[in-house]
């Protein structure tokens, strides 16, 4: 714990990018959660992934673009990928759900074509798959900074209204709510909430941080907006105890979040069924 202390300045810029992700991934995915569509941040990661490997590889390319971030084409993959599962859920309106599994492999294929070209399979790439939160830097956490501000104020200016097309659209409609509009605007954040998520998780175990939490949260809370506080302590919790058992234990970021987040899950799981079959043999007595 003395040599963690010590280390502490090299690990600040992990706990405070960690700290942002661990709060905004569970404040998305909540809603994602609710609108039964857990599945799409597989997607919309391998979207990513797909923007990161084409960036590298204009970036290699053109020594004039060499300077920009790869994440930053990542970003807007995961953005066209949002728009593009929107548009083919109404071209598919009888079998909406085909338009995740399409854009999924369509991001798949477009990543490990380009990485194949780069011959980028190698610790980049690993970090990219599983996360590596002890590698980012200054720029990653301006970037992480900057879209979790933009993700929270949308979501608190647009929150009602989110709400409402979640858990009634037709009422929200008669309301005078544009669901198209909202609906835009949900795939925006839930883009750039999965873009930043994929730096601790990575694109493999990015939907695990989207619904461990939350689904954690369930057996807890008791109205929607508890759900999303404890989620989101939940969240935080597993992204901090995880990136300290990373470094210790020298294993990816990612699979110790992911791993400390289901034995949450599990251990919550079995303290309700305990409490469950005490209060049914106290009503028996």
Same mark, same amino acid.
């Given at each position: 714990?003395?040599?963690? @202390?010590?280390?502490? &300045?090299?690990?600040?810029?992990? @706990?405070?990018?960690?700290?942002?992700?661990?709060?905004?991934?569970?404040?998305?995915?909540?809603?994602?959660?609710?609108?039964?569509?857990?599945?799409? &941040?597989?997607?919309?990661?391998?979207?990513?992934?797909?923007?990161?490997?084409?960036?590298?590889?204009?970036?290699?390319? /053109?020594?004039?673009?060499?300077?920009?971030?790869?994440?930053?084409?990542?970003? =807007?993959?995961?953005?066209?990928?949002?728009? !593009?599962?929107?548009? !083919?859920?109404?071209? *598919?309106?009888?079998?909406?759900?085909?338009? =995740?599994?399409?854009?999924? &492999?369509?991001?798949?294929?477009?990543?490990? !074509? @380009?990485?194949? =070209?780069?011959?980028?399979?190698?610790?980049?790439?690993?970090?990219?798959? *599983?996360?590596?939160?002890?590698? /980012?830097?200054? &720029?990653? !956490?301006?970037?992480?900074l900057i879209i979790s501000f933009i993700v929270v104020i949308i979501l608190l200016i647009f929150y009602r209204p989110l709400l409402l097309i979640t858990f009634d659209a037709e009422y929200a409609q008669v309301t005078g709510i544009r669901k198209k509009w909202i609906d835009a605007i949900f795939m925006v954040l839930m883009a750039l909430t999965i873009s930043v998520s994929v730096q601790a998780v990575g694109v493999m175990l990015v939907t695990g941080m989207m619904t461990l939490p939350i689904a954690t949260a369930i057996f807890i809370g008791k109205s929607f907006k508890s759900v999303i506080f404890l989620s989101i302590i939940f969240g935080e919790a597993a992204v901090l105890i995880g990136l300290v058992l990373s470094y210790y234990l020298s294993i990816a970021t990612g699979g110790a979040i992911i791993t400390f987040s289901l034995l949450c899950f599990l251990l919550v799981i079995g303290v309700k069924h305990i409490y469950r079959m005490s209060m049914r043999r106290h009503i028996q007595k």
């Open positions: 714990m003395i040599e963690f @202390f010590q280390n502490l &300045s090299f690990m600040k810029t992990a @706990f405070l990018v960690g700290i942002l992700i661990g709060g905004i991934t569970p404040l998305i995915g909540v809603f994602i959660f609710a609108r039964r569509l857990p599945h799409i &941040s597989e997607s919309l990661s391998q979207m990513n992934l797909a923007g990161v490997a084409i960036g590298s590889t204009i970036g290699s390319a /053109v020594p004039y673009l060499s300077g920009i971030n790869p994440r930053i084409y990542g970003v =807007i993959f995961a953005l066209i990928g949002a728009f !593009l599962v929107e548009l !083919l859920r109404k071209v *598919f309106r009888d079998f909406s759900d085909m338009s =995740i599994p399409i854009i999924l &492999s369509f991001g798949t294929g477009l990543g490990a !074509l @380009f990485f194949s =070209i780069l011959h980028g399979f190698n610790a980049d790439f690993f970090n990219y798959l *599983f996360g590596s939160l002890i590698a /980012v830097n200054q &720029s990653d !956490l301006n970037n992480t």
